[in-house]
């Protein structure tokens, strides 16, 4: 039950009218109503999801801990096929339209994704070993957020990430599976999921390939935490989460 202690968000979601300059124009903001442009609500009801979660679940007040506002930026560049954290906000493209586009119905563990990276500390290597576990933090905390809107618990979950950004006609089940990385997805568009699942099968890579592997070998501890919190059962933010 909230109360007017209760801290409330502070979204922002910005246009950046597919041009490479942010943050763009501000379209909606905390309180307004809808938007005409589908994926600027989208955007804007998974911040609000993403805060929902952090402040009931782990009494955190917003991504910061401070009631900082909750930014994001959508239509980032022509045909941008990817979705990151600038530091200060969430970014998204519209995807290539060939093997990337967004679904607005799908969105919400892509931007909680994104967000999670606030409460990370910055100076942290994001590289090689250490960068693909924070980017494995991000992507079960994505995995939480989503089950916690659905009210899901951790045996009913599918433990898939990212079908958001998937163009029609690609036949994957995902981007990510943290139950079985390596079998997201097998297509001649993507190829094969390149994700190992055990820590024998670590891909060494050089900083210039994906910072070392940061999105490659994120599927070995996301493959821990979920038989951890298989094993454990429940909802996965109530236990396991909390380790």
């Not at 903001?29 to 979660?53: I, K, M, Q, R």
């Not at 952090?54 to 900082?68: I, K, P, Q, T």
């Not at 809107?149 to 943290?178: E, H, N, T």
Request: charge should be negative.
């Amino acid at each position: 039950m909230e109360t007017e202690d209760t801290p409330t968000p502070r979204r922002e979601v910005y246009d950046a009218g597919n041009k490479d300059t942010l943050p763009g124009t501000l379209v909606r903001s905390e309180g307004d109503g809808p938007s005409t442009d589908e994926l600027v609500n989208s955007v804007y009801d998974a911040l609000g999801s993403t805060f929902d979660f952090f402040r009931d679940v782990y009494g955190r007040n917003s991504l910061d801990g401070e009631g900082g506002p909750l930014r994001a930026t959508v239509h980032y560049r022509e045909k941008f096929p990817n979705a990151f954290w600038g530091g200060e906000r969430f970014v998204l493209g519209d995807g290539d339209g060939e093997r990337f586009k967004v679904c607005p119905q799908e969105i919400l563990d892509v931007v909680a994704a994104g967000m999670t990276r606030q409460i990370m500390n910055p100076q942290h290597l994001y590289a090689f070993e250490p960068g693909a576990l924070s980017e494995s933090i991000a992507e079960v905390f994505a995995s939480f957020v989503k089950r916690h809107a659905l009210g899901q618990s951790a045996d009913q979950a599918d433990w898939l990430l990212g079908l958001g950004m998937i163009a029609p006609g690609i036949r994957v089940k995902a981007l990510r599976s943290l139950a079985e990385p390596g079998t997201a997805h097998e297509d001649y568009s993507l190829g094969k999921d390149p994700q190992p699942a055990h820590m024998e099968d670590c891909k060494e890579m050089s900083v210039q390939r994906d910072n070392g592997g940061v999105h490659i070998n994120s599927g070995i501890p996301n493959r821990a935490f979920h038989l951890t919190a298989t094993a454990i059962g429940g909802n996965a933010w109530e236990r396991a989460g909390r380790i």
